[in-house]
T-cell receptor, first 114, second 117 residues
């Protein structure tokens, strides 16, 4: 079985500050990990994904995440927050053995203070 | 890039009626489509996985007779909520992948807000 845990249902940072959204995973097989962003009443947009290649993954909009097997983590970061980054962020996991089903974390709402 | 169109974006229906939600892949052939349900301020819960030409595989606890899924072509999957009740009110999102989603990626529709009154 696979699962992801997102620490912190709500994170608030000042504009220009570092964004750090935490995600820990559990998987008995090599995981594939994703970060998605969701704006109100919209679907999900892929920010980045880890597929067993480079452990540091760069995504869109200046986001990046690092896969750390020893810590079973896949935290999302961005050096400088913009107001437009305010949204809901979901960490997700899947694997070849899971029939490509994606399991989502509970989500983290990111707020940006002016 | 890959685009998935979901329609309608919102719908209000009376209790006891049925509602159909469409999910179309516009520029690729979606061999697999997924249907999710999202309650307010909560995560996405996978309801079912559908492969073109096959019966959908439902997750545990999801009523097959209530949530009818049809994936008749490589570009279209539909979710029909039958005899809808207020507790079925939710945000429904579809996702599609071309072949192996791990390599080709998963593309999400924009979601459908269903309100049953």
């Amino acid at each position: 079985a696979q699962s992801v845990t997102q620490l912190g249902s709500h994170v608030s940072v000042s504009e220009g500050a570092l964004v750090l959204l935490r995600c820990n995973y559990s998987s008995s097989v090599p995981p594939y990990l994703f970060w998605y962003v969701q704006y109100p009443n919209q679907g999900l947009q892929l920010l980045l994904k880890y597929t067993s290649a480079a452990t540091l993954v760069k995504g869109i909009n200046g986001f990046e995440a690092e896969f750390k097997k020893s810590e079973t983590s896949f935290h999302l970061t961005k050096p400088s927050a913009h107001m437009s980054d305010a949204a809901e962020y979901f960490c997700a996991v899947t694997s070849y053995s899971s029939a490509s089903k994606i399991i989502f974390g509970s989500g983290t709402r990111l707020s940006i203070r002016p | 890039g890959a685009v998935v169109s979901q329609h309608p974006s919102w719908v209000i229906c009376k209790s006891g009626t049925s509602v159909k939600i469409e999910c179309r892949s516009l520029d690729f052939q979606a061999t697999t489509m997924f249907w999710y349900r999202q309650f307010p301020k909560q995560s996405l819960m996978l309801m079912a996985t559908s492969n073109e030409g096959s019966k959908a595989t439902y997750e545990q606890g999801v009523e097959k007779d209530k949530f009818l899924i049809n994936h008749a072509s490589l570009t279209l999957s539909t979710l029909t909520v039958t005899s809808a009740h207020p507790e079925d009110s939710s945000f429904y999102i579809c996702s599609a992948s071309e072949g192996d989603g791990l390599n080709y990626g998963y593309t999400f529709g924009s979601g459908t807000r269903l309100t049953v009154v």
